[in-house]
């Protein structure tokens, strides 16, 4: 099972609104209605931003929102703010009952 | 309050084994299921492992190599991972979390760091 793939890095201003990536095949995304996000600071346990797609966990800001197409998905997160910055990955259910991530994106906020 | 908290992290040769516990608390023992995530030194996660009910299912790189499993003694919910034939490539931080379903992880651990290294 390969990798989803991301953007390596995206950045935005305080303020902005800014979009992530998420490719996979028929396998996974393109499926299942099984998308999550997860946010990831240096040095902590990653934290479940979005899951099902666009379904927002209790206490997780409006501010990130979540989307699908075909083989792929999206995560935008708007009205930027310094404390966005950090890792995002992107996560599906697959036909095979795995899971599968992807390779992980660096949100810089300028 | 949910709580996992993971443990048997080690420095282990190549060819060894070891095996991580997850003390978990705070939910149901019977709800959704439970997965190791696995994250190298400066990489991305990697999906490792998962137990849902009776069911395991694991990752092409590890199966055939690591053993997923639970247990519930003296009110405590456990989850164990049994590392085998431990290559270099299996150093990294694994986590231990809980699913709601469709291996959507909800909650997570710490980590607990396997370094395999001669």
């Given at each position: 099972q390969s990798a989803l793939t991301q953007p390596a890095s995206v950045s935005g201003s305080p303020g902005q609104s800014i979009t992530i990536s998420c490719?996979?095949?028929s396998s996974d995304i393109g499926t299942y209605?099984?998308?999550s996000w997860y946010q990831q600071y240096p040095g902590k346990a990653p934290k479940v931003m979005i899951y099902d797609v666009s379904s927002r966990p209790s206490g997780v800001s409006n501010r990130f929102s979540g989307s699908k197409?075909?083989?792929a998905a999206s995560l935008t997160i708007s009205g930027?703010?310094?404390?966005?910055?950090?890792?995002y990955y992107c996560a599906?259910?697959?036909t095979s009952s795995t899971l599968v991530f992807g390779g992980?994106?660096?949100l810089t906020v300028l | 309050e949910v709580q996992l908290l993971?443990?048997?992290g080690d420095l282990v040769q190549p060819g060894g084994s070891l095996r991580l516990s997850c003390a978990a608390s705070g939910f149901p023992f019977s709800s959704g299921g439970m997965g190791w995530v696995r994250q190298a030194p400066g990489k991305g996660l990697?999906?490792?492992s998962a137990i849902g009910g009776h069911d395991t299912y694991y990752a092409d790189s590890v199966k055939g190599r690591f053993t997923i499993s639970t247990d519930i003694s003296n009110h405590m919910f456990y989850l164990y991972l049994q590392l085998n034939s431990l290559r270099a490539e299996d150093t990294a931080l694994y986590y231990c979390a809980r699913s709601t379903g469709y291996w959507m992880f909800d909650y997570w651990g710490q980590g607990t760091l396997v370094t395999v290294s001669s």
């Open positions: 490719t996979g095949t209605n099984y998308v197409s075909g083989n930027l703010q310094a404390e966005d910055e950090a890792a599906s259910y697959t992980g994106t660096k | 993971e443990s048997g990697e999906w490792v």
